[in-house]
């Protein structure tokens, strides 16, 4: 099969070249088209504070498919829907994240693994360029030099709350495996909300 020459892609490459580390998001939804945004119940609570969402109306669990299983390493998996193993994730509507119809509608309270994006946290002060990105990111190269320290700061809560948030699911499922939990994803988001 002969590679398509893409000059979108080009044009990113050579804006990374010129202005490394430079970045201004540009909004698009190609991001949150792309992937699944999982978050933690922290995150899911700064949405519900910050835009009275009911968090069972933007979130949902998420069967992670095999093929993709390695991009998901580290993020825990709850019992869910047939005592199936299910990752929490922001809803999707249309192929892109729910609260993505354009232009992110919650981008002061989105989840903290979104803001480090188009890098990648390495931990400790490492950051590198997720080479996605070139192929979906219209900001790369673009705006003044990304703030690595605000968002040091956003990792080192993000973290933390990944710490909790295993926690949580373990003691879910832990309930779940001693029969006093019924496994779906409504009943995990009432648990996490303590509804």
């Known amino acids: 099969m002969k590679a398509k020459f893409n000059p979108s892609v080009l044009v990113r490459a050579l804006r990374v070249a010129l202005r490394p580390r430079h970045f201004e998001c540009q909004k698009c939804g190609l991001c949150c088209s792309t992937y699944t945004v999982c978050v933690t119940d922290s995150d899911a609570n700064r949405i519900v504070n910050l835009y009275g969402a009911p968090p069972h109306s933007f979130l949902a669990g998420v069967i992670v498919p095999h093929n993709v299983a390695h991009t998901y390493i580290g993020i825990p998996r709850f019992i869910g829907d047939r005592g199936q193993e299910m990752v929490l994730a922001l809803k999707e509507k249309n192929g892109r994240c729910i609260f993505n119809d354009g232009e992110c509608k919650v981008y002061p309270a989105r989840p903290l693994n979104c803001r480090a994006f188009p890098f990648l946290w390495l931990g400790g002060r490492k950051f590198k360029l997720n080479s996605d990105a070139l192929f979906i990111c219209n900001g790369i190269g673009r705006g003044n030099k990304f703030n690595f320290e605000k968002v040091l700061e956003e990792m080192a809560l993000l973290e ?5 948030y295993c ?3 373990e003691k879910w499922n832990n309930l779940v495996r001693s029969g006093d939990a019924v ?5 995990f988001i009432r648990f996490l909300f303590g509804g």
């Open 167 to 169: 926690v949580l699911v």
């Open 160 to 164: 933390k709350e990944w710490k909790q």
């Open 183 to 187: 496994p779906n994803t409504y009943n």
